[in-house]
Nanobody, 124 residues
Framework: QVPLVESGGGLVQTGGSLRLSCEASGRTFSDNAMAWFRQRPGKEREFVAFISGLGGSTFYADSVQGRFTLFRDNVNNILYLQMNSLKPDDTAVYYC?????????????????WGQGTQVTVSS
C-alpha cells in the first residue's frame, strides 16, 4: 500500500477557507485519477471531487461546486483541495484517494489507496 497523507484540516468560521493537501510518497500519481471524499457526522462517506489522470479533468459534487477547487502539483506529487465559502454542513473528515487508472469515478469503491483523513470543522 502506498501511503497517502492528508493535512490542512482544522477549525474555521463560516465563510472561511482551508486548503487540504494530500501527499503521496514512494511513487507518483500524476497519471492516476485521484479524488477527495468526506464523511460528515452520522453519515456515510460521500464524493466531493475528482481529477482524472493525464488530462486532469475535474468534477465536483453539486454541494461544493463553485466553492471548492481541486488541483495538483505533479512536480511535488501533491493533490490539493482549496475550500472557500465554507459552511457548517462542510464539517467532516476529508479523505484523499487514488486509483490504479487514469479514469476517475465518483464511487469510493473504485479507489485503491486511501489516506487516514483530516478533520474539517466549520463553526457557525
Amino acid at each position: 500500500q502506498v501511503p497517502l497523507v492528508e493535512s490542512g484540516g482544522g477549525l474555521v468560521q463560516t465563510g472561511g477557507s482551508l486548503r487540504l493537501s494530500c501527499e503521496a510518497s514512494g511513487r507518483t500519481f500524476s497519471d492516476n485519477a485521484m479524488a477527495w471524499f468526506r464523511q460528515r457526522p452520522g453519515k456515510e462517506r460521500e464524493f466531493v471531487a475528482f481529477i482524472s489522470g493525464l488530462g486532469g479533468s475535474t468534477f465536483y459534487a453539486d454541494s461544493v461546486q463553485g466553492r471548492f477547487t481541486l488541483f495538483r502539483d505533479n512536480v511535488n506529487n501533491i493533490l490539493y483541495l482549496q475550500m472557500n465559502s465554507l459552511k457548517p454542513d462542510d464539517t467532516a473528515v476529508y479523505y484523499c484517494a487514488a486509483r490504479e487508472s487514469d479514469i476517475a469515478t465518483i464511487g469510493d469503491w473504485g479507489y485503491d489507496y486511501w489516506g487516514q483523513g483530516t478533520q474539517v470543522t466549520v463553526s457557525s
